[in-house]
């Protein structure tokens, strides 16, 4: 039985050109799986290739995967933090990671976790062009390049899960809407419960498309009585009910509160979608991509789904309306325009038919991913020599350390090249079971805790780690315009991470630092206790 609703799979095409019929086939659904596959397999290379991809916030989260793993078994661990288990949006990888760490090593099981959910955003795009169009087309693999985009490289890691899991949602209510009622808002509300978890703003991102599916179809069906479209067109929000209690008893709601909107940045969360490491590949990319879309529609190859428009007003509005910050969250509108093109490319058909239309999709296609994921591979291994230098430098921190992280510079951490270093310290409590200050743990925004007793000199709040000179005016005692955790450090920390040091920088306080490496980009200092503070004084 045909399950696709007519009034959704109609399309706006214009007439194709004349094709020679011995030269008409097309993409069977065997054929675009196994290219969807090899397509992963290239784009999984730099993932394999670096147990710990530099993804800024990645191995801060798999820090807290490890921890929720082995607390039960570590008493360093069990010494510094706590795990509070709470229907906080944003537990997806703290779920799965830490199950799959049972069999693997967590640097495996996190590993698995990124190409899953680079995975759920490619074959989510092909399921949702299946709904509308009512076959499978190869053309949504042309977003495979942008599975590489700035939000991944800052590791927003269960947000973009959350996008893989969004475009199923969609794809299963577009292919359900015509039957039974209860069996389709039944599906929505368990992806509703999963994308609660994976995100908020994931979460949002599938109320927005459903949004779009739904103005469209009442536009559609505007012949008919209104009072029952009206119904029709609000129980599309009953599945999202489940999702108040939920939050309303989650510590998340503490942070309602911390948001603000910002106008500057706006075009740069555009700019994300297509963004790495290099400008130039990145216009590339956009060149290409115009430059095919105008041959497509110049030769009369392309459709493009009713729903693409309503989806592209819809999305503009809502990105334009979102603040900056939500739920202390940052980048709570930045996130978005990636996982709005995946389900704008979605609504967007190719005739393939012709051998030498595929020859070419296939070229263009192949080519942009290698490009791109050479493009990143390159640059991971250029940092790999101060990741590698950083790596060695955890195994001279004793277990159980407390460990304090500062920048040579106030203004550092933004900039791509940047993120492979902001978090890597945490890498210290995987290794060396230590308590460092950098940590995500946040309450409400994340279930792992420090203790009591540790509490007051760690960052609680995801704020930027002192600069030197900050750390120079509280090395005996509470800066000015406190408290700050970093209040008296030399008296609560074992070691401090300096990051984003000049090569052969000199050691700021040799009173109370003896330096332990002097790495590329960052330097590892030991902080000497009263005794050996006297000694050198």
């Known amino acids: 039985m045909n399950v696709h609703d007519p009034s959704l799979t109609s399309t706006m095409a214009l007439p194709k050109?004349?094709?020679?019929?011995?030269?008409?086939?097309?993409?069977?659904?065997?054929?675009?799986?196994?290219?969807?596959?090899?397509?992963?397999?290239?784009v999984s290379i730099p993932i394999w290739t670096n147990p710990v991809p530099p993804l800024s916030d990645y191995v801060n989260h798999l820090a807290r995967m490890h921890v929720i793993a082995d607390i039960a078994h570590?008493?360093?661990?069990?010494?510094?933090?706590?795990?509070?288990?709470?229907?906080?949006?944003?537990?997806?990888?703290?779920?799965?990671?830490?199950?799959?760490?049972?069999?693997?090593?967590?640097?495996?099981?996190?590993?698995?976790?990124?190409?899953?959910?680079?995975?759920?955003?490619?074959?989510?795009?092909?399921?949702?062009?299946?709904?509308?169009?009512?076959?499978?087309?190869?053309?949504?693999?042309i977003a495979a390049p942008l599975l590489f985009n700035h939000v991944f490289l800052v590791g927003l890691t269960n947000f973009i899960f959350g996008i893989g899991l969004a475009l199923w949602a969609l794809a299963a209510?577009?292919?359900?809407?015509?039957?039974?009622?209860?069996?389709?808002?039944?599906?929505?509300?368990?992806?509703?419960?999963?994308?609660?978890?994976?995100?908020?703003?994931?979460?949002?991102?599938?109320?927005?498309?459903?949004?779009?599916?739904?103005?469209?179809?009442?536009?559609?069906?505007?012949?008919?009585?209104?009072p029952m479209r009206l119904v029709d067109f609000c129980a599309t929000g009953v599945p999202f009910?489940?999702?108040?209690?939920?939050?309303?008893?989650?510590?998340?709601?503490?942070?309602?509160?911390?948001?603000?909107?910002?106008?500057?940045?706006?075009?740069?969360?555009?700019?994300?979608?297509?963004?790495?490491?290099?400008?130039?590949?990145?216009?590339?990319?956009?060149?290409?991509?115009?430059?095919g879309a105008v041959w497509a529609i110049r030769h009369r190859l392309m459709r493009v789904h009713p729903l693409f428009w309503v989806m592209l007003a819809v999305s503009a509005a809502v990105y334009l309306a979102m603040p900056r910050v939500l739920f202390a969250t940052y980048m709570g509108d930045q996130r978005l325009p990636i996982a709005f093109v995946f389900i704008l490319i979605a609504c967007i058909d190719m005739d393939l038919r012709h051998r030498l239309v595929r020859r070419g999709f296939l070229t263009v296609l192949v080519a942009l991913l290698l490009v791109r994921v050479i493009e990143v591979d390159t640059a991971w291994a250029s940092l790999s020599t101060s990741t590698s230098e950083f790596r060695a430098s955890i195994k001279?921190?004793?277990?159980?350390?407390?460990?304090?992280?500062?920048?040579?510079?106030?203004?550092?951490?933004?900039?791509?090249?940047?993120?492979?270093?902001?978090?890597?310290?945490?890498?210290a409590i995987i290794e060396r079971s230590a308590l460092v200050t950098t940590a995500f743990t946040v309450k409400g925004k994340q279930i792992m805790h420090v203790r009591p007793a540790y509490r007051s000199i760690v960052d609680t709040e995801d704020g930027t780690p002192p600069s030197t000179a900050r750390l120079l005016l509280a090395a005996d005692k509470p800066a000015p315009n406190g408290p700050h955790y970093w209040d008296d450090w030399s008296q609560h920390y074992d070691y401090l991470y300096l990051l984003f040091t000049d090569t052969d920088a000199d050691n700021p306080d040799p009173k109370h630092m003896t330096l332990v490496q002097d790495g590329t980009n960052f330097q590892l200092y030991r902080i000497n206790k009263p005794a050996e503070n006297a000694i050198q004084h």
């Open 17 to 42: 050109m004349a094709l020679p019929r011995r030269r008409i086939g097309a993409f069977s659904g065997a054929h675009i799986a196994v290219l969807t596959a090899l397509l992963l397999l290239v």
């Open 74 to 141: 570590d008493p360093n661990l069990a010494r510094f933090y706590e795990i509070d288990w709470a229907p906080v949006p944003n537990l997806m990888m703290d779920i799965v990671v830490p199950m799959l760490a049972r069999f693997m090593s967590v640097y495996l099981a996190g590993q698995i976790f990124l190409l899953s959910m680079l995975a759920l955003m490619l074959s989510g795009g092909l399921a949702l062009n299946r709904a509308l169009f009512g076959r499978w087309s190869a053309f949504p693999l």
């Open 173 to 226: 209510w577009v292919a359900l809407r015509e039957r039974h009622w209860s069996l389709r808002l039944g599906v929505s509300a368990v992806f509703v419960i999963a994308l609660y978890f994976c995100h908020l703003s994931a979460l949002g991102v599938y109320g927005v498309g459903l949004l779009a599916i739904e103005a469209h179809r009442l536009w559609l069906r505007r012949r008919e009585a209104l």
């Open 241 to 291: 009910l489940p999702t108040v209690p939920l939050l309303l008893m989650s510590p998340t709601m503490g942070l309602a509160g911390q948001y603000y909107w910002e106008r500057l940045g706006k075009i740069d969360g555009l700019i994300y979608i297509i963004q790495c490491y290099s400008d130039i590949v990145a216009l590339a990319l956009l060149a290409t991509f115009i430059a």
């Open 396 to 427: 001279r921190v004793k277990p159980g350390s407390r460990v304090l992280v500062a920048y040579a510079k106030a203004d550092a951490g933004d900039t791509v090249d940047d993120y492979a270093l902001v978090h890597l310290a945490c890498q």
